[in-house]
């Protein structure tokens, strides 16, 4: 029986594309803000945070469905564990 091999979570795929949606969701609220100079209004700190926890909802369930190891000090099982 072959061991179970797990990668970390950075070199998946999943997590990939979950980084990369969410600097596309990003972009339209911090961009204008960049270049406008000023700070987000509350609107726009609402959508971050909804994106933000989305995000993170995303990635614990990420570790949760297979065998995947996140770096020390992060929740999750770690490289030793496997």
């Given at each position: 029986?072959?061991?179970?091999?797990?990668?970390?979570?950075?070199?998946?795929?999943?997590?990939?594309?979950?980084?990369w949606l969410y600097?596309?969701?990003?972009?339209?609220?911090?961009?204008?803000?960049?270049?406008?100079?000023?700070?987000?209004?509350?609107?726009?700190?609402?959508?971050?945070?909804?994106?933000v926890i989305t995000?993170?909802?995303?990635?614990?369930?990420?570790?949760?469905?297979?065998?995947?190891?996140?770096?020390?000090?992060?929740?999750?099982?770690?490289?030793?564990?496997?």
């Amino acid at each position: 029986m072959m061991k179970n091999r797990a990668k970390s979570i950075f070199k998946t795929k999943t997590f990939q594309m979950h980084f990369w949606l969410y600097g596309c969701g990003l972009a339209p609220v911090a961009i204008p803000c960049f270049y406008q100079g000023r700070i987000p209004s509350q609107d726009e700190t609402i959508a971050v945070v909804g994106l933000v926890i989305t995000f993170g909802w995303a990635l614990i369930g990420r570790v949760q469905t297979s065998a995947v190891y996140t770096p020390d000090g992060l929740p999750g099982p770690n490289k030793s564990d496997y």
